[in-house]
């Protein structure tokens, strides 16, 4: 185990006063590096539709305002060609947890040629990674281990947000109409992931009514995870942001304080893991979060917005390196597989091929 910690401990950590951290922040800057990662993706909402129904989420729409209700792959295609002209590396796949169990979703792909989102999801996977040289990453919520495995043969990565181990929630505003945010039932995801040897993100949401023993909690979880599989490549420390059209539209943001002792914490437990935060969410404060232990900036896409926070520009990658800079840090570009993750236990073999190419391309 890497992580020697006990709970105790880690609740000290969030505790502390600021002299114990600032102590923590001087551990965590001495001899580090001082590159910043990120990935250049575009990003694909292959469709909307979700069974789940989040109190923070404006990324689902029913089926009588969606746009549409599965992007067609000549769309998809067009848009992950114009991204490799802007030489993007990621195709980032997000969308809505079992769409597929929706008969009006179900009777598109059919028209598509395609039984289930994962058969889809492989179909498109496979072209951009064979014809257009990007690297597919896939979120699309629980799904099982077979599947997992299958769509593996055409994915560098894949993801799935833990949030938090808090139960309570289910029965809450937060996620009482959403049978896919059972913390039971992600941890068993991730775990499947790792028996799988995917490269994989995941992360903690916060300020949606979790405690800091909840925290505490959520990255023990992961931390268990890791220590048996060793699979998780990043953590996302991912704050709540309130928007005007949401049932939890008059919640609080999480203070900036608390995000970044979580980020500290995050930082001591996971030497091996890289920790993430979303820089259009915390675009004023991200120097902050790199002396604090962040080293990633995840996702950044020249071409399309933040369908999950859509109200939340991506910043520059200038006007990051530039911020960056002022601390003495710089930012380099990543793929969305780690370096550490690029062999044969980890990637298929069609995926590594393409890895190889891009990773000297980038360097």
Known sequence: MINELSKIEARNILNADLNTFLDFIKEINHNRSNEITFSKNIFLPLTHICQNNCGYCTFKQDVDEAEYLVMNKETVLNMVQKAKKVKCTEALFAFGESSDKNDYVKNELEKYGFESMVDYVYYLSERILLDNE?????????????????????????????????????????????????????????????????????????????????????????????????????????????????????????????LLKLTVLATVMFPDVSIQIPPNLNHDWMSFFILCGADDMGGISPLTKDYVNPENDWPSVNDLSSTLSKINFSLKERLPVYEKYINDKYLKEKVYDTVIKLQNEIN
């Open 134 to 258: 990007m690297l597919p990453h896939t979120n699309m919520g629980i799904i099982s281990r077979s599947d997992l495995r299958y769509l593996s043969e055409v994915n560098a990565s894949m993801g799935l947000m833990l949030e938090t181990t808090n139960k309570k929630l289910l029965k809450t505003i937060v996620h009482k109409d959403s049978p896919g945010k059972n913390p039971d039932k992600r941890i068993n995801f991730i775990k499947n992931a790792g028996k799988e040897n995917i490269p994989f993100t995941t992360g903690l949401l916060i300020g949606i009514g979790e405690t800091t023993d909840d925290h505490i909690d959520s990255l023990f979880a992961l931390r268990d995870l890791q220590d048996k599989y060793g699979h998780i490549q990043e953590i996302i420390i991912q704050n709540f942001k309130p928007k005007s059209n949401i049932p939890m539209k008059d919640h609080p943001e999480p203070s900036l304080i608390d």
